[in-house]
């Protein structure tokens, strides 16, 4: 059995560069699309030992912020379902 495999669904490394600082507003170089990958953050698939191919929904989907503002905003997430959950209303 052989798998279908449609290219118009990824993205070479230079276009994921270019689609990451589009959505973020800065310059995202290709080494850190690699990082994304590493990390689990985007789908890759190899071509060859030196090539992939970058999953254009989870591509375009990212946002490249600046470093703590994803946790920042995690934790103070966090921190506000807490405080409505040990809050009564007066009846």
């Known amino acids: 059995m052989t798998e279908q495999f449609n290219l118009s669904e990824w993205y070479n490394p230079t276009e994921a560069a270019e689609r990451l600082s589009k959505n973020s507003g ?3 170089d290709i080494s850190y699309v690699r990082t994304l990958a590493r990390y689990g953050k985007i789908a890759t698939f190899q071509i060859s030992e030196r090539m992939r191919l970058y999953r254009k929904a989870d591509v375009d989907n990212y946002i490249v912020e600046e470093r703590g503002e994803k946790s920042g905003r995690a934790q103070r997430q966090k ?8 809050t009564k209303t007066a009846a």
């Open 26 to 28: 800065k310059t995202v």
């Open 79 to 86: 921190a506000v379902g807490k405080s409505k959950k040990g």
